[in-house]
């Protein structure tokens, strides 16, 4: 059996989409588990059509605590041999998990996961470009999954994979990286640390996930004022399982990447930025030593200024000259 876990807060007109994908599975031993987290919309109704309608579908009705806690929720009612995670608002093909469970089983894989695709509500669709003949997989290796420069990044998603109930063990998602109803890579935790435990990690070359992304996607986030500190708090928690991996110098590199990231989010997002950014570096020291000359050489290792603008980037984020970084973003 599979145990399919879906954390649901206030998706009620997505919905409908996710599960009829789901319990049109061409593998039928599955269990589906709609996490309702205090959804303030409709979706509790939804769910509750959908236990009506099909057994395997199972409804845990609980306070809002976020997705994690969702997913947390999820993993401590399943009961199958493998567990699997679809977010409410997309949508899977109909044979994914039959696909999934055969690699799973004839390679003897502890994970198991697909290519997807991302669409948007206007109904433009992306596809993403994983190569996966140079990804080495079965040697766990980790930096695809982590950006590192690498045209080839994978992405820490745990909603395109399959793993087994034996790698997942008692891992669950951390609910420490939560900021201000914030939570930035907890999946990319969790999914690592499976990793890190598993005897072997597949790739299935299909595209069996549809992910739904809005043209709002990052400024949801980064417009909560608990963007920064989550952002600290994931780099902090990924650096502990990339140590472990034995991943030292990625690991090192990603105090100034995440400085990278949040400048850049702020300025892209935030009429407000500079004041924000200020406040920042003052209240945050992981932040301003983000720019120490450790932090400078492993990121320059890790990420290579192979071009005139990674340079000039570089440079303006290194000495914090903020307002013609912002200058170079518009018309570089």
Same mark, same amino acid.
């Given at each position: 059996?599979?145990?399919?876990?879906?954390?649901?807060?206030?998706?009620?007109?997505?919905?409908?989409?996710?599960?009829?994908?789901?319990?049109?599975?061409?593998?039928?031993?599955?269990?589906?588990?709609?996490?309702?987290?205090?959804?303030?919309?409709?979706s509790l109704a939804v769910c509750?059509?959908?236990?009506?309608?099909?057994?395997?579908?199972?409804?845990?009705?609980?306070?809002?605590?976020?997705?994690?806690?969702?997913?947390?929720?999820?993993?401590?009612?399943?009961?199958?041999?493998?567990?699997? +995670?679809?977010?409410?608002?997309?949508?899977?093909?109909?044979?994914?998990?039959?696909?999934?469970?055969?690699?799973?089983?004839?390679?003897?894989?502890?994970?198991?996961?697909?290519?997807?695709?991302?669409?948007?509500?206007?109904?433009?669709?992306?596809?993403?470009?994983?190569r996966a003949e140079l990804l080495?997989?079965?040697?766990?290796?980790?930096?695809?999954?982590?950006?590192?420069?690498?045209?080839?990044?994978?992405?820490?998603?745990?909603?395109?994979?399959?793993?087994?109930?034996?790698?997942?063990?008692?891992?669950?998602?951390?609910?420490?990286?939560? +900021?201000?109803?914030?939570?930035?890579?907890?999946?990319?935790?969790?999914?690592?640390?499976?990793?890190?435990?598993?005897?072997?990690?597949?790739?299935?070359?299909?595209?069996?996930?549809?992910?739904?992304?809005?043209?709002?996607?990052?400024?949801?986030?980064?417009?909560?004022?608990?963007?920064?500190?989550?952002?600290?708090?994931?780099?902090?928690?990924?650096?502990?399982?990339?140590?472990?991996?034995?991943?030292?110098?990625?690991?090192?590199?990603?105090?100034?990447?995440?400085?990278?990231?949040?400048?850049?989010?702020?300025?892209?997002?935030?009429?407000?930025?500079?004041?924000?950014?200020?406040?920042?570096?003052?209240?945050?020291?992981f932040y301003r030593n983000a720019?120490?000359?450790?932090?400078?050489?492993?990121?320059?290792?890790?990420?290579?200024?192979?071009?005139?603008?990674?340079?000039?980037?570089? +440079?303006?984020?290194?000495?914090?000259?903020?307002?013609?970084?912002?200058?170079?973003?518009?018309?570089?």
């Amino acid at each position: 059996m599979i145990s399919i876990i879906v954390p649901v807060y206030n998706c009620e007109r997505f919905l409908d989409r996710c599960v009829e994908s789901l319990v049109a599975q061409t593998c039928s031993e599955i269990e589906i588990l709609l996490v309702n987290d205090g959804s303030k919309d409709g979706s509790l109704a939804v769910c509750r059509k959908w236990e009506a309608r099909d057994k395997r579908v199972i409804v845990i009705d609980r306070p809002n605590g976020g997705v994690s806690a969702a997913r947390n929720a999820g993993l401590d009612r399943a009961r199958g041999d493998y567990i699997a +995670f679809v977010d409410a608002d997309d949508y899977v093909e109909s044979t994914m998990y039959e696909k999934l469970v055969g690699v799973a089983r004839e390679r003897g894989a502890d994970l198991v996961f697909c290519r997807y695709e991302k669409f948007d509500e206007h109904g433009e669709v992306t596809r993403i470009d994983e190569r996966a003949e140079l990804l080495g997989l079965e040697q766990k290796n980790v930096a695809p999954f982590v950006y590192n420069g690498d045209k080839d990044l994978i992405g820490g998603f745990v909603w395109r994979s399959l793993f087994t109930r034996e790698v997942v063990g008692g891992g669950r998602f951390s609910l420490d990286q939560a +900021f201000n109803g914030v939570a930035v890579g907890e999946d990319v935790i969790f999914l690592l640390q499976a990793v890190l435990r598993a005897k072997k990690v597949c790739f299935l070359d299909e595209c069996l996930y549809h992910y739904y992304q809005p043209a709002s996607w990052s400024a949801k986030y980064v417009l909560n004022e608990g963007y920064g500190v989550c952002m600290r708090r994931y780099i902090l928690a990924l650096k502990k399982v990339l140590h472990a991996f034995g991943e030292d110098d990625l690991a090192a590199s990603q105090d100034f990447y995440a400085y990278d990231i949040v400048v850049s989010q702020y300025i892209a997002f935030r009429s407000s930025y500079r004041r924000d950014l200020k406040r920042l570096l003052k209240e945050d020291a992981f932040y301003r030593n983000a720019t120490s000359r450790e932090s400078l050489a492993a990121y320059r290792k890790v990420y290579p200024l192979d071009s005139l603008k990674k340079k000039i980037r570089f +440079f303006l984020l290194r000495h914090r000259m903020f307002a013609a970084y912002k200058l170079m973003r518009k018309f570089a």
